[in-house]
C-alpha cells in the first residue's frame, strides 16, 4: 500500500540551528510529494512541494528535493527561528485518485530562544 | 476571502449522541475532504467529494455520513458518536484551475466524546 513514515518527534532546537526533517515513503506509482506545516492552533498550510524526481522545493527558507532512488523527500532549514516552531508532516498523492493526501504521523518541532 | 470555514470550533458530546460539522470554501474549489488528526497518526481521510454531486470513502469511513451540499458547503455528521471519534477534525478544499495539487484547510473542529 502507500504510506510515508517521518521521523519521530518531538524535536527541539535551539534558534539558528540546522534542521533535518527524515521522510519516507512507499507508493505504487509516481507520487507528488508535499511539507505541510500546522501552526499552534490553525489548520494545515503547504510549506512546500515537488512533484518529479530530483525537483527542490523550498519556500520560507526550507528545502526539500525528491529523491527517487531512495524513497525520501526530507525537509531542511539551514538556520531555524523561534517562529518556526510548529507541527511539520510529509505527504503524497498519487495521480488520478481525487487528489487525497497521505499524510505522515507529523514531526512536532520546537525552537528555542 | 475567507478560504475554508468550519463550524463549530469545539464540541462536546455524549456517547451515542449525533452532531454535524459544517464546512464551507468561498473559493469556487472542485474536490473537498474531510480528514481527523490524532496523536501520532497525523491526518487520515474519512470521506472525500471530487465534485459537486460526488462522494467517495476515504481511508476510516465508518461511523460517519457526509452530504455536498452545494459547490461550497461540505457536511460531515457523527449519526451515534462514540469515544473513538474524539478526534481534531479538518476540512480541506481544492481547486483544478489555480494549484491541482495544494489542498486548503480550515482551522479544525475539536470534537470530545464522552
Same mark, same amino acid.
Given at each position: 500500500g502507500n504510506s510515508v513514515t517521518q521521523m519521530e518527534g518531538p524535536v527541539t532546537l535551539s534558534e539558528e540551528a540546522f534542521l533535518t526533517i527524515n521522510c519516507t515513503y512507499t507508493a505504487t506509482g509516481y507520487p507528488s510529494l508535499f511539507w505541510y506545516v500546522q501552526y499552534p492552533g490553525e489548520g494545515l498550510q503547504l510549506l512546500l512541494k515537488a512533484t518529479k524526481a530530483d525537483d527542490k522545493g523550498s519556500n520560507k527558507g526550507f528545502e526539500a528535493t525528491y529523491r527517487k532512488e531512495t524513497t525520501s523527500f526530507h525537509l531542511e532549514k539551514g538556520s531555524v527561528q523561534v517562529s518556526d516552531s510548529a507541527v511539520y508532516f510529509c505527504a503524497l498523492t498519487l495521480y488520478n485518485q481525487g487528489g487525497k493526501l497521505i499524510f505522515g504521523q507529523g514531526t512536532e518541532l520546537s525552537v528555542k530562544p | 476571502n475567507a478560504g475554508v470555514t468550519q463550524t463549530p470550533k469545539f464540541q462536546v458530546l455524549k456517547t451515542g449522541q449525533s452532531m454535524t460539522l459544517q464546512c464551507a470554501q468561498?473559493? %469556487?474549489?472542485n474536490s473537498m475532504y474531510w480528514y481527523r488528526q490524532d496523536p501520532g497518526m497525523g491526518l487520515r481521510l474519512i470521506y472525500y467529494s471530487a465534485s459537486e454531486g460526488t462522494t467517495d470513502k476515504g481511508e476510516v469511513p465508518n461511523g460517519y455520513n457526509v452530504s455536498r451540499? %452545494?459547490?461550497r458547503e461540505f457536511s460531515l455528521r457523527l449519526e451515534s458518536a462514540a469515544p473513538s471519534q474524539t478526534s481534531v477534525y479538518f476540512c480541506a478544499s481544492r481547486g483544478f484551475h489555480t494549484s491541482p495539487d495544494e489542498q486548503f484547510f480550515g482551522p479544525g473542529t475539536r470534537l470530545t466524546v464522552l
Amino acid at each position: 500500500g502507500n504510506s510515508v513514515t517521518q521521523m519521530e518527534g518531538p524535536v527541539t532546537l535551539s534558534e539558528e540551528a540546522f534542521l533535518t526533517i527524515n521522510c519516507t515513503y512507499t507508493a505504487t506509482g509516481y507520487p507528488s510529494l508535499f511539507w505541510y506545516v500546522q501552526y499552534p492552533g490553525e489548520g494545515l498550510q503547504l510549506l512546500l512541494k515537488a512533484t518529479k524526481a530530483d525537483d527542490k522545493g523550498s519556500n520560507k527558507g526550507f528545502e526539500a528535493t525528491y529523491r527517487k532512488e531512495t524513497t525520501s523527500f526530507h525537509l531542511e532549514k539551514g538556520s531555524v527561528q523561534v517562529s518556526d516552531s510548529a507541527v511539520y508532516f510529509c505527504a503524497l498523492t498519487l495521480y488520478n485518485q481525487g487528489g487525497k493526501l497521505i499524510f505522515g504521523q507529523g514531526t512536532e518541532l520546537s525552537v528555542k530562544p | 476571502n475567507a478560504g475554508v470555514t468550519q463550524t463549530p470550533k469545539f464540541q462536546v458530546l455524549k456517547t451515542g449522541q449525533s452532531m454535524t460539522l459544517q464546512c464551507a470554501q468561498d473559493m %469556487n474549489h472542485n474536490s473537498m475532504y474531510w480528514y481527523r488528526q490524532d496523536p501520532g497518526m497525523g491526518l487520515r481521510l474519512i470521506y472525500y467529494s471530487a465534485s459537486e454531486g460526488t462522494t467517495d470513502k476515504g481511508e476510516v469511513p465508518n461511523g460517519y455520513n457526509v452530504s455536498r451540499l %452545494n459547490k461550497r458547503e461540505f457536511s460531515l455528521r457523527l449519526e451515534s458518536a462514540a469515544p473513538s471519534q474524539t478526534s481534531v477534525y479538518f476540512c480541506a478544499s481544492r481547486g483544478f484551475h489555480t494549484s491541482p495539487d495544494e489542498q486548503f484547510f480550515g482551522p479544525g473542529t475539536r470534537l470530545t466524546v464522552l
